[in-house]
């Protein structure tokens, strides 16, 4: 079946220096993607998402890249602090017209250390 | 704090016992997603509703669950029986329309003995 995908499990950064996370999509349908990040015990938390007419887009220290082409999609974290030691998923939305609409698809997530 | 809430947050229960967990969305969303997280897994789509009408179950969600959003508010989902398999985090999420972001809540951890 088609699904998400993350191609690095584990990433380890330095407090400062810029994290990047990648995700494998196999859905041409989905137009809407999403990262979340989950720490220990609580529930994903959104952090930002990007709609499949866009390629880019940026918020607080974080921007999405979203290549088509390729179904690739990634996150990238601007001065990775230790508060953003956490599991960050991206998630799929499936395209308008199907209807499972608004049913979010999951990756397996990349567990993110950021060591002071 | 997203505005999405779950009671209990965390539920040890034995084999065989019923339990029914309750999610109370973001006020004025009218979509509320139901969905289990295992360790080290992504959260998989259990069902959804859109007000009280529910509209979709994942094969995931056998015959021994049960979810009711009665008056298009707070949702229930119960589970029957409970096998050992259950033991999963049981997440809840909720948004303002389809296609819209969704914020979740912070999960109830079911423990199954």
């Known amino acids: 079946g088609e699904s998400v995908g993350l191609h690095l499990p584990t990433l380890s950064v330095q407090e400062g220096d810029n994290s990047i996370i990648n995700c494998a999509y196999s859905?041409?349908?989905?137009?809407?993607f999403i990262w979340y990040k989950q720490e220990s015990g609580k529930g994903p938390q959104f952090i930002i998402d990007?709609?499949?007419?866009?390629d880019k887009r940026q918020g607080q220290r974080v921007t999405v890249l979203l290549n088509k082409t390729v179904k690739h999609l990634s996150l990238q974290i601007a001065a990775t602090q230790p508060g953003d030691s956490a599991v960050y998923f991206c998630a799929e939305n499936i395209g308008a017209g199907g209807t499972s609409y608004g049913k979010l698809t999951f990756g397996q997530g990349t567990i993110l250390t950021v060591h002071p | 704090d997203t505005g999405v809430s779950q009671d209990p947050r965390h539920k040890i229960t034995k084999r065989g016992q019923n339990v029914t967990f309750r999610c109370d969305p973001i006020s004025e969303h009218n979509r509320l997603y139901w969905y289990r997280q295992t360790l080290g897994q992504g959260p998989e789509f259990l069902t959804y509703?859109?007000?009280?009408?529910?509209?979709?179950k994942s094969r995931l969600l056998s015959d021994r669950f049960s979810a009711e959003r009665p008056k298009g508010s707070f949702s229930t989902l119960e589970i029957q029986r409970t096998e050992q398999g259950d033991s999963a985090m049981y997440l809840c999420?909720?948004?303002?329309?389809?296609?819209?972001?969704?914020?979740f809540g912070p999960g109830t951890r079911l423990l199954v003995l």
């Open positions: 859905n041409s349908a989905s137009d809407y």
């Open positions: 509703f859109q007000n009280e009408a529910q509209l979709e």
């Open positions: 990007i709609r499949s007419n866009m």
């Open positions: 999420a909720s948004s303002l329309v389809p296609g819209e972001t969704q914020y």
